[in-house]
């Protein structure tokens, strides 16, 4: 046993982070439950397209409203505080919406309103767990310590979760959301147990929080890779928030596959997505980073033209699970660029910044989505996907390449580049984390 728990969690990696990665799991069950369990709820309550597209926006609100700020305040407080109070909140909110529902007192407008609170507090939480694992383990055991941490997102937030949130909503609408709030709980409870080193500004260092987000924008500037990274991410959010937004109708009415069905697309992917994990660093190894992001791109491109053609689930779910491989892989090269590139005082705030660029694309994307659904079926947000994509391939092709050569750009000159490079070719087999949490299953989590 004692070797097993070695394999997974070696010791170096220390003790703070394997309440991190407890935490982690514990958590990301929940959320998993919830990426089924939230549209179900919403499409049960309405079957207008644009309230269903509305609930997408209102969960990818918050981190274009709250994210910047949200940055600059990890920089400045204790990250690990911040984490616990936010999901303490998540768990009490959950907890009403349970009792709402148990009652039979729920209604689209508290769903609603429901979505936005927990996407809110989720801001505050997600950009500061980012930050923890910096500062838990050495820089050169980051790669070993993210696969560890996207081994248990793939497996329980996208492998289990939605397949048992699906069915705790077929046995019934309340079993779904007092789970979650448990398991957020424990969560926050795990969190707390963690000790990080200081890593609060002093009162006479701290300058207001507008020139510190200012700052943080200054330093993506000027950084090629992270800034074609954000750049990238934004453009085509866009056309994937158009399409995600209704995914819950496109399965349920397109494909009929109703409430068991649908958790399993996500599924799916995740099978996809585990199986890129595990080729990252053989297939880094053969392809440059900037032609891995030109092929990823690509293949997200034909998945909206697939979709929007299929009426077929099992054609359907082969496509999802190539495009799982995708987000992991393009997730993967997007982090290890990102977290190696930057410095530890400006984790938060250039996190932040890329948070932005994820959820502004997905709140116009979804909002364009429930308009084109809701005028012309739940195929035409697919349709404005692939051409949009298309497009956006053509644009930002060439800027790809600062991705290639991000090893020998490593701060693009800025003085504020403090630690040294970006991010490598690709790391060991173990790869890191991936940002599909933000562009594949976050964005689609239920209250």
């Known amino acids: 046993m004692s070797r097993l728990v070695e394999t997974v969690v070696p010791a170096r990696l220390g003790v703070g982070f394997r309440w991190l990665l407890a935490s982690s799991w514990v958590s990301n069950l929940g959320d998993g439950i919830a990426i089924a369990a939230g549209p179900l709820l919403v499409a049960s309550l309405t079957q207008d397209a644009r309230l269903v597209a509305l609930a997408a926006t209102l969960q990818w609100l918050p981190p274009l409203l709250f994210g910047l700020f949200a940055g600059a305040l990890a920089d400045r407080l204790d990250r690990r505080l911040i984490v616990v109070t936010v999901d303490v ?53 980051l790669a070993v310590a993210n696969a560890r941490l996207q081994t248990g997102f793939i497996t329980v937030n996208q492998l289990a979760g939605p397949p048992i949130g699906a069915a705790l909503f077929a046995l019934g609408t309340v079993w779904p ?8 709980g424990l969560g926050a409870v795990l969190v707390a147990r963690i000790g990080l080193p200081r890593h609060r500004r002093e009162h006479a260092e701290r300058t207001h929080i507008r020139h510190d987000i200012a700052e943080g924008f200054r330093w993506v500037r000027h950084h090629a890779a992270v800034r074609t990274l954000v750049l990238t991410i934004f453009t085509f959010n866009i056309t994937f928030g158009a399409a995600w937004s209704v995914l819950v109708l496109y399965a349920t009415r397109r494909l009929g596959m109703g409430e068991i069905g649908y958790g399993l697309l996500t599924t799916v992917s995740a099978v996809g997505g585990l199986v890129g994990t595990a080729a990252y660093g053989w297939i880094t190894r053969r392809v440059t980073l900037g032609n891995l992001m030109r092929i990823g791109l690509v293949i997200e491109t034909f998945t909206h033209l697939g979709l929007a053609l299929t009426t077929r689930p099992w054609v359907a779910m082969a496509i999802f699970f190539v495009f799982g491989a995708h987000a992991f892989v393009w ?27 994820v959820f502004g694309g ?32 053509v644009l930002i092709w060439r800027q790809l390449r600062h991705i290639a050569h991000a090893d020998e750009d490593p701060a693009d000159g800025d003085t504020l580049a403090e630690d040294d490079g970006s991010g490598d070719e690709g790391p060991d087999d173990d790869g890191p984390a991936s940002d599909a949490a933000a562009r594949g299953a976050r964005p689609q989590e239920g209250p």
Not at 103 to 128: C, K, M, Q, R
Not at 332 to 355: D, E, H, K, Y
Not at 373 to 387: D, I, L, N
Request: proline residues 3%; positive net charge; aromatic residues 8%.
């Open 331 to 357: 997730g993967t090269t997007s982090i290890t660029v990102r977290q190696r590139a930057v410095p530890a005082p400006l984790q938060g705030r250039v996190g932040s910044v890329n948070m932005v660029g």
């Open 177 to 184: 959301f007092a789970t979650q709030g448990v398991v957020v």
């Open 89 to 141: 909140l998540r768990a009490v909110v959950l907890a009403v919406l349970a009792v709402t529902v148990a009652t039979g007192h729920v209604s689209i407008v508290l769903v609603l309103a429901t979505l936005f609170v927990l996407g809110t507090a989720e801001v505050f939480a997600d950009n500061s767990s980012q930050t923890l694992l910096p500062m838990l383990v050495r820089r050169e055991d």
């Open 362 to 393: 997905l709140v116009v994307g979804s909002g364009v989505g429930g308009v084109l659904a809701e005028r012309w079926g739940v195929t035409a947000p697919f349709w404005f996907a692939f051409v949009g994509s298309a497009v956006f391939v």
